[in-house]
């Protein structure tokens, strides 16, 4: 076999991972915005959250005993 590529160069190749070059746009994990913080930390939202969370799982326990 005269071949100047060997099998293990096309192996090696698919197995590179895409877009990890460092400094580039896709390398850096998304930033959340303001208003994301703003409810990540509002403690309004997350009582509210809480209740919701709570009644759909009331829900549940209801409709599962017959």
């Given at each position: 076999?005269?071949?100047?590529?060997s099998?293990n160069?096309a192996?090696?190749?698919?197995?590179?991972?895409k877009?990890?070059?460092?400094?580039?746009q896709?390398?850096?994990?998304?930033?959340?915005t303001?208003?994301?913080?703003?409810l990540?930390?509002?403690?309004?939202w997350?009582?509210w959250?809480?209740?919701a969370i709570n009644?759909?799982?009331?829900?549940?326990?209801?409709s599962?005993?017959?």
């Amino acid at each position: 076999m005269s071949s100047d590529s060997s099998p293990n160069d096309a192996a090696s190749a698919s197995t590179k991972p895409k877009n990890k070059e460092p400094y580039q746009q896709a390398y850096y994990p998304p930033v959340p915005t303001g208003f994301t913080c703003y409810l990540r930390t509002s403690l309004l939202w997350q009582f509210w959250r809480f209740i919701a969370i709570n009644l759909k799982m009331f829900k549940l326990m209801l409709s599962s005993h017959h």
